[in-house]
């Protein structure tokens, strides 16, 4: 299975491809035991700040285990729908549709779909999947930041996440989404930072569309 966003080297340029992982940057983390109280609190803010956003636009910077780097726009309509527009030098467009997530690359015309609930980005976009039962809370040493490892013991290959949020009272619930750390069933890590998030905004579900490579009757993408 693809796991996003591993970053993979075509000549001369830098693709994106799988499902995102996101694990706590280091310097967030602190040996600190958080009591049961606290974790249970953290958690429900954590729920709540996921739970809060409706709409949201954002910029990302997406960053491989090499250290490689690519950016562009992401937008977000819960529940279940996302899309990674990547910068004009990533012939390529990763978004899901509220049932599946569809990797389009428009330089091979290749197009791959799987269940949302099947990546670490079910965490954000599938509503079934709860924060209490999959999220373990991580110690950040710092009230302001909220660290979460969401992975199904189940299902050892839909990879594991982790969402950190910091403390921002503009944010939907309290606190905002900063970035994530994916780590797939092969330890094929990605880190995501946002920044410039919009709350609110005005998305189309036709955001969510794309143009298919493979057929001559193209749709804007």
């Given at each position: ?59 990302f ?14 937008t ?9 527009e990547?910068e ?9 549709n ?20 099947n ?20 110690p ?12 199904d013991?189940k ?25 994530w ?32 490579p493979?057929?001559r ?5």
């Open positions: 299975m693809i796991t996003q966003f591993s970053l993979l080297k075509k000549p001369g340029r830098v693709f994106a491809a799988g499902l995102l992982s996101l694990a706590a940057p280091a310097a967030l983390v602190a040996p600190v035991t958080a009591t049961a109280a606290t974790s249970s609190s953290q958690l429900d803010s954590a729920v709540a700040a996921l739970r809060g956003i409706k709409t949201m636009r954002a910029d910077v997406q960053t491989d285990r090499s250290g490689q780097t690519v950016g562009g726009e992401l977000l309509k819960r529940p279940g729908k996302i899309r990674f990547y004009d030098a990533v012939n390529m467009l990763i978004v899901s509220g049932d599946a997530l569809t990797l389009v690359d428009y330089d091979v015309q290749q197009v791959q779909r799987w269940p949302i609930s990546s670490p980005l079910g965490a954000l976009l599938d509503p079934s999947r709860d924060l209490k039962k999959y999220g373990k809370l991580k950040t040493g710092d009230p302001n930041v909220i660290s979460v490892e969401v992975r013991p299902r050892p290959e839909y990879g594991v996440i982790t969402l950190v949020f910091l403390r921002n009272s503009a944010a939907p619930g309290g606190f905002e989404l900063n970035s750390v994916a780590l797939d069933s092969q330890n094929k890590r990605t880190t995501v930072r946002l920044s410039n998030q919009r709350y609110g905004v005005s998305v189309s579900d036709s955001a969510f569309t794309y143009r298919d493979r057929r009757s193209r749709r804007p993408r």
